[in-house]
């Protein structure tokens, strides 16, 4: 945690016990008394059922899980679902118009991009599942709408290390 204190400044707090702190200033680390040195969060704080932390790190903390539910990910994220023999490797699509440029891609970044549809599906899936606003045969011509994209994405399988996280053209 970033603290300031009225003499030293700007420190971070890098060890605490019952009655001080060892407090890593610009100019080296001392051990105060938090009750009477005068110390305040150098940061604004988050005050949320009794957990009080930086405002930032509950910021990041809300973000991630966020994430996590929405399967919002980045290419660093999912590159360890990409088998190995595709990593570092590149995708090029040429137009059958010559007077036209190939377009180049890496592996991770198209990969990132089929996980994140096959993510979106999932999610779909969930939501339709779950809706209390579709009829029983809505949900089921929905879910075979994205069965079928499912299947559809099979081609793709090829690039996945485990099999686990490939596309089917049944219910996943």
Not at 6 to 18: F, S
Not at 110 to 121: D, G, S
Request: glycine share 6%; aromatic share 6%; with cysteine.
């Amino acid at each position: 945690m970033r603290v300031h204190h009225p003499v030293h400044g700007h420190g971070t707090v890098k060890a605490i016990t019952e009655h001080s702190a060892d407090i890593l200033f610009a100019d080296q680390r001392r051990t105060v008394e938090p009750a009477s040195a005068g110390i305040e969060p150098a940061e604004p704080h988050a005050t949320v059922s009794g957990l009080s932390l930086p405002l930032s790190s509950f910021i990041q903390e809300t973000v991630d899980a966020m994430a996590d539910r929405l399967g919002l990910h980045g290419p660093d994220d999912t590159i360890h679902e990409l088998a190995s023999r595709w990593r570092n490797g590149r995708i090029v699509l040429h137009p059958a118009d010559t007077s036209l440029t190939n377009k180049e891609l890496g592996l991770e970044q198209f990969f990132h991009k089929i996980v994140m549809i096959r993510n979106n599906l999932r999610l779909l899936e969930q939501k339709v599942n779950a809706s209390d606003a579709l009829s029983s045969a809505d949900k089921f011509d929905c879910q075979q709408y994205i069965t079928r994209c499912y299947g559809s994405l099979t081609t793709f399988n090829l690039l996945f290390k485990d099999k686990e996280g490939q596309f089917t053209g049944a219910k996943s």
